[in-house]
């Protein structure tokens, strides 16, 4: 799972701790989530490792998975969109060159999450259903060398 990194002047100036859960909050939406303090994240800024928060069921995820129960997604933070200016035209709120979401220049607000709360990230996703094809259960392997491949069944050695 990921964190929300800062520097330890903002934990000790919003009232945190170090893996304390935190709310993150923009004008656009809140996650919340772990943080952790890093003396490498300027203060005044966050940090983090983005797309580490899934679904229980995708990519085969149990329902208990850290990266369903821990991790989070900046998404909830940031329009689509940039504004209009009072004009028509609409423009994708993206880096110019990767077309990555520009989550590089949003303003957040960060405090602890009441102790009360659950200790799991929000918001959290219903489960996915299994795509088909994708089942547990796997009946054996497969592997291929130049000329020729190998089937085998679960349990046995090659």
């Not at 520097?7 to 919003?14: C, D, E, I, L, T």
């Not at 590089?104 to 259903?129: C, L």
Request: glycine fraction near 10%; proline fraction near 6%.
């Amino acid at each position: 799972h990921n964190y929300i990194h800062v520097h330890p002047s903002v934990g000790q100036a919003n009232g945190f701790t170090n893996n304390d859960w935190v709310w993150v909050e923009s004008m656009h939406g809140k996650v919340r989530c772990l943080c952790r303090f890093s003396e490498a994240v300027e203060p005044g800024t966050v940090w983090t490792w983005n797309a580490i928060g899934k679904a229980a069921g995708a990519w085969n995820l149990d329902q208990d998975a850290n990266e369903a129960t821990k991790g989070f997604l900046l998404d909830h933070l940031i329009a689509e969109e940039l504004p209009t200016n009072g004009g028509t035209s609409h423009y994708s709120n993206s880096d110019p060159v990767t077309g990555q979401a520009g989550w590089y220049d949003v303003r957040v607000r960060i405090y602890k999450a009441g102790a009360q709360e659950p200790e799991t990230t929000s918001p959290h996703f219903k489960p996915m259903q299994p795509m088909p094809g994708t089942s547990r259960q796997s009946s054996g392997w497969l592997s291929y060398r130049v000329g020729h491949s190998v089937r085998g069944k679960r349990g046995s050695q090659s």
